[in-house]
């Protein structure tokens, strides 16, 4: 069974930082990608980043030149580095990898809240 464990959230003013990590329980070679998605109480969870096993990066264009995703496949981790934060940036953000054998398997981590504060 997978397991995703984020960690790094907290409480920030506007314009701080946080670095949040997902730590993959296998080799995250394993996945097609990984990424971060955020989510507001009961609203739809987005997409933050994404990150392919080859390196290729995606962005929400609303965190594009603030938020950079990065992995470290010795630790089986993958980061989200948030510079600039806004007080709109404030959701639970959760870790996704997914790979795909005939079908998507999706895999989820239990979310970190990130608030930040004007």
């Known amino acids: 069974q997978v397991q995703l464990v984020e960690s790094g959230g907290g409480l920030v003013q506007a314009g701080g930082s946080l670095r949040l990590s997902c730590a993959a329980s296998?080799?995250?070679?394993?996945?097609?990608?990984m990424g971060w998605y955020r989510q507001a109480p009961g609203k739809q969870r987005d997409l933050v980043a994404t990150?392919?096993?080859?390196?290729?990066?995606h962005y929400a264009d609303s965190v594009k030149g603030r938020f950079t995703i990065s992995r470290d496949n010795a630790k089986n981790t993958v980061y989200l580095q948030m510079n600039n934060l806004k007080p709109e940036d404030t959701f639970v953000y959760y870790c996704?990898?997914?790979?795909?054998?005939?079908?998507?398997?999706?895999?989820w981590g239990q979310g970190t809240q990130v608030t930040v504060s004007s």
């Open positions: 996704n990898a997914y790979r795909i054998v005939l079908v998507k398997y999706d895999y």
């Open positions: 296998e080799n995250i070679f394993r996945f097609d990608a």
């Open positions: 990150i392919t096993r080859s390196g290729s990066t």
